[in-house]
């Protein structure tokens, strides 16, 4: 049997009415988890597919969704999971790379516009309510098979499937045992659309320990009003999202150690965690364990840890991203000095470190590089290391811009902005001219609350003296435009390529 199902599955039998999922009103139990996977599982051996094909899952962030990725790896097939709110152009788009042999449709879509078999919801329904539970466990997804397949944004072209296997992923599960310690107690959030690999942080460890998964799931997410009750009832013990989601549940007053006092655990990833952001939160939760986590999709969700403690806070400014996996190498591509220390690109390899993407052998030979016989991925994230291995994230390098000459990272812009009392946040970008040069940077920028009333030409100005005293003048944004709030993609992260369409359309 396939090891993390083995896991699942000797939970479901010592403890089969424990909770393993719960979103408001619904809740589902690891009985109910194994035994209706089983049912999916022979349903999908039944159809004959072709061996190792993958199959798209599309829906939300519902249980039966857990239920067909399950049912999918017994039977043989990694998943691709696919959300419900993407356009049909992206589900087009995934279909043509992947050549999947079937999807699992849990949603009320019925035209998808291709021409691979569709199993409706309905039908699905029924088979989970089936009497057909027998599979052949021997054609389980196997060590080195591809247990899931996670598509990257394609906002920039056709997107890109991330393979990651069972050993990738079981090495990532063993990791996080040991950092954060996830047990049967553990009641971890689920808040990340199924599509974003962040929520494999909570999904597989959570279930491979018997925790149960406390869901935020997207609808509730939309309405503010539906978010602050979600929210201040949770029964999670470990809070596991982007910093941006975090920072928009800050909004709500009640939010904090005395209304939740068995939320002792927070766990970030996805984009860089700021100062103030950590700073708010060791004062609203007083006692609690904050980690931040660095890692792309094709590193299977994280590499790199560290807990921010007030010791830390006093140290840096901006924030270390933490120390690498024990088990992973890494190297330092393209390394310029800069501010007395070296900074280069981060190549890592290792045991989480994806097969490449797949049926897409060029994207797969540029960022994937073989280094004396060991496989090296290209992060595309600057680095710097301190002399104990600490690492310190400085942007990405398409991020990077350059402007009358200087080279600029826009991130580390943000970064200054953010240490500021008057910033809460703020997103950074480049303005082009007719001959695609970059022009002017402006910077979009969410004031703290008590700065909210004040004359904008005046904060304009007592930020950009305040930025002076230790930014460069090239790096000062020529622009600063106060909003409401700034744009979040559907994965909870501030959507810069948005605003930088916005301002250049």
């Known amino acids: ?27 589902a139990t690891y009985r109910d988890l194994d035994s209706q996977s089983d049912k999916i599982a022979s349903f999908i051996q039944e159809k004959f597919l072709p061996q190792g094909s993958p199959i798209i899952i599309f829906g939300g962030q519902q249980f039966e969704m857990l239920v067909m990725f399950l049912g999918a790896i017994k039977s043989g097939h990694a998943y691709i999971p696919v959300d419900d709110g993407s356009d049909s152009d992206r589900i087009k788009q995934i279909n043509n790379v992947a050549k999947p042999s079937l999807v699992l449709n849990w949603s009320d879509k019925d035209d998808f516009g291709i021409e691979t078999p569709i199993i409706a919801k309905d039908e699905l329904a029924s088979v989970m309510n089936s009497d057909h539970d027998t599979y052949d466990a021997t054609l389980s997804v196997g060590p080195d098979d591809n247990f899931y397949i996670i598509f990257t944004s394609g906002t920039t072209g056709t997107p890109k499937g991330v393979q990651i296997s069972t050993n990738n992923l079981l090495d990532f599960v063993d990791w996080v045992d040991a950092e954060y310690k996830y047990t049967s107690q553990t009641h971890v959030m689920l808040q990340a659309p199924f599509s974003f690999d962040l929520s494999v942080f909570s999904i597989y460890p959570g279930l491979t320990n018997g925790a149960t998964l406390e869901v935020l799931d997207k609808e ?58 950590a700073d708010k939160l060791l004062k609203r939760f007083e006692g609690a364990e904050l980690y931040n986590t660095y890692g792309p999709t094709e590193n299977t969700v994280a590499i790199t840890s560290i807990q921010i403690t007030p010791q830390i806070l006093d140290l840096f400014d901006r924030l270390p991203i933490g120390y690498l996996k024990k088990n992973m190498e890494h190297k330092l591509a393209n390394v310029e000095e800069k501010d007395g220390e070296k900074v280069g690109e981060l190549l890592v390899s290792g045991p989480d470190v994806s097969k490449g993407y797949l049926n ?13 016989g060991k496989t090296f991925y290209h992060t595309g994230d600057m680095v710097s290391e301190n002399e104990d291995g600490l690492l310190f994230y400085k942007g990405r390098t398409d991020f ?21 009392e008057e910033v809460k946040q703020s997103c950074t970008v480049p303005l082009y001219n007719s001959k695609k040069q970059v022009n002017k940077i402006i910077a979009h920028i969410v004031l703290d609350e008590k700065y909210q009333d004040v004359d904008e ?23 600063l435009k106060f909003v409401k709030q700034l744009p979040i993609s559907k994965n909870g992260k501030i959507d810069r390529k948005a605003l930088i369409g916005e301002v250049n359309a």
């Not at 049997?1 to 809740?27: E, L």
Request: net charge negative; glycine share 2%; hydrophobic share 35%.
């Open 400 to 420: 990077q811009i350059k402007m009358h000459g200087y080279r600029i990272e826009l991130e580390e812009v943000d970064s200054l902005l953010s240490n500021l």
């Open 457 to 479: 030409k005046e904060m304009s100005r007592q930020i950009k003296e305040e930025l002076k005293q230790n930014t460069m003048e090239y790096m000062i944004p020529n622009i």
């Open 360 to 372: 897409n052998p060029v994207q797969t030979e540029k960022a994937f590089e073989s280094i004396e």
């Open 220 to 277: 509730t997410a939309k309405n503010l009003a539906k978010l602050q009750q979600a929210i201040i009832n949770t029964e999670a013990t470990t809070w596991i999202s982007t910093p941006s989601f975090f920072e928009m549940c800050l909004f709500f007053k009640d939010f904090n150690s005395e209304t939740l006092p068995n939320l002792k655990k927070f766990i970030f990833c996805g984009e860089e965690l700021t100062h103030v952001t």
């Open 1 to 27: 049997m396939n090891k993390i199902i083995d896991r699942i599955t000797r939970i479901a039998q010592t403890n089969p009415d424990k909770v393993c999922y719960h979103n408001g009103d619904v809740t």
